[in-house]
């Protein structure tokens, strides 16, 4: 099946810094969501993205499927990003959604 | 979130017990979708239900019954767990059937955390 990989694995922030998380995939998909994880657990549902690019705030998200990559940007990071970023993907064909790992980001004050 | 609620949102209980999750989805959604977070592991997912029917069932043990009675409603009824299964149950949805190549957007509810002792 396909492999998601989310790069880096942790990420500690001082407030107001930028930063850029990345997502691999290993074949071609029709459908990427980035999901930010808070400490409660609730996935939040952050950019339905399988090509091109959104903007929503401070984040942006680009997806460029043609060589198999997303990149989520935070920018002036505040402590309540702090949390897990998944990246999930969805193959061609009817297959449901594939996750990576995460990215756990820390965001200090 | 609102669009999707699970409850309990904590549950402890014993090998022995049985006990059931229950999600609600309030977004006219027509798929919905059971997935399993583990510590330190990524998320799996378990089952899918699109238009009331499930359409997969990813190697879950017979331990784990998921009932779908309409569009809105999902259950996931459970007896004689293990402590291995003690995780944070993530219930989803989305619009159905699938996109030719693929699911739609998915939204996720608030999840149970689930201790088996």
């Known amino acids: 099946g396909i492999q998601v990989e989310q790069s880096p694995p942790d990420l500690i922030l001082q407030e107001g810094a930028n930063s850029t998380l990345r997502c691999n995939f290993s074949?071609?998909?029709?459908?990427l969501q980035w999901f930010h994880q808070n400490p409660w657990g609730q996935l939040i549902n952050l950019f339905y993205?399988?090509?091109g690019t959104k903007q929503n705030g401070r984040l942006s998200a680009t997806t460029v499927a043609t060589e198999r990559y997303s990149l989520l940007y935070i920018s002036s990071s505040q402590t309540t990003d702090s949390g897990v970023y998944f990246c999930a993907v969805c193959q061609s064909g009817n297959t449901p959604l594939v996750f990576g790992k995460g990215t756990r980001l820390s965001v200090i004050a | 979130e609102t669009g999707v609620t699970q409850t309990p949102r904590h549950l402890v209980m014993g090998m022995t017990n049985k006990k059931s999750l229950k999600c609600e989805q309030h977004?006219?959604?027509?798929?919905m979708y059971w997935y399993k977070q583990s510590a330190k592991k990524p998320l799996e997912l378990m089952f899918v239900?699109?238009?009331?029917?499930?359409?997969e069932n990813n190697s879950v043990p017979s331990r784990f019954s998921p009932e779908c009675p309409n569009s809105s409603h999902l259950f996931l009824h459970l007896h004689t767990l293990q402590p291995e299964d003690s995780a944070l149950y993530l219930c989803?949805?989305?619009?159905?059937?699938?996109?030719?190549?693929?699911?739609?957007?998915?939204?996720f509810g608030p999840g149970t955390r689930l201790t088996v002792l």
């Open positions: 993205i399988p090509s």
């Open positions: 239900y699109s238009l009331e029917e499930r359409v």
């Open positions: 074949d071609s998909v029709n459908n």
């Open positions: 977004l006219g959604h027509n798929a």
């Open positions: 989803a949805s989305s619009q159905a059937p699938p996109l030719a190549g693929g699911y739609n957007e998915q939204f």
